[in-house]
T-cell receptor, first 116, second 113 residues
């Protein structure tokens, strides 16, 4: 089963508006990461938030993490047409020995369309 | 200056053929990965190598065989290709530490006809 599930599946907004995407996960995590994928390209790491952090900022990005609800949100402020992409949350999965070896489990992503 | 590169970018082949996808990273990372992204954009890890050693091997048909000749390269060989193998395959790399960010290649779109 998927560890991360994004909501909404698709989001369409006008340039200048804010975009909020949510992610829910099932098991305990030590961090949660957000990635962006432009059409036909590979994923690009945006931001990482650790389990002991509640909020993190990077430029126009703001990520929150609520470990009690097992959820995270990504807010893009003052969106631009260039922000049009799919956005994925991902978290490292621990193996039986308790280490993750970098295994990330991704959700299906939110497709964001920003209209100029 | 490409950090993670894959070849080829597109691969169209017939069922039953054997094909390989190559991946190289110049970031000095010690861990590399192969992911499969299906038509619904769902991204699933297939394999991971750390210092040429296999550390993650998900439930993948044994027609798929990764090979890591050195830390900077991780190739994926697929035997007896099937229609269901059609997907975009991404290579990625990272440092071997908890939760390290991963750097992805541009992907190889495989179409099996």
């Amino acid at each position: 089963s998927q560890q991360g599930e994004e909501d909404p599946q698709a989001l369409s907004i006008q340039e200048g508006e804010n975009a909020t995407m949510n992610c829910s996960y099932k098991t305990s995590i030590n961090n949660l990461q957000w990635y962006r994928q432009n059409s036909g390209r590979g994923l690009v790491h945006l931001i990482l938030i650790r389990s002991n952090e509640r909020e993190k900022h990077s430029g126009r990005l703001r990520v929150t993490l609520d470990t009690s609800k097992k959820s995270s949100s990504l807010l893009i402020t003052a969106s631009r047409a260039a922000d049009t992409a799919s956005y994925f949350c991902a978290s490292p999965q621990a193996n039986a020995g308790g280490t993750s070896y970098g295994k990330l489990t991704f959700g299906q992503g939110t497709i964001l369309t920003v209209h100029p | 200056d490409t950090a993670v590169s894959q070849t080829p970018k597109y691969l169209v082949t017939q069922m039953g053929n054997d094909k390989s996808i190559k991946c190289e990273q110049n970031l000095g990372h010690d861990t590399m990965y192969w992911y499969k992204q299906d038509s619904k954009k769902f991204l699933k890890i297939m394999f991971s190598y750390n210092n040429k050693e296999l550390i993650i091997n998900e439930t993948v048909p044994n027609r798929f065989s990764p090979k890591s000749p050195d830390k900077a390269h991780l190739n994926l060989h697929i035997n007896s290709l099937e229609l269901g193998d059609s997907a975009v395959y991404f290579c990625a790399s990272s440092q071997m530490r908890q939760g390290a960010e991963q750097y992805f290649g541009p992907g190889t779109r495989l179409t099996v006809t």
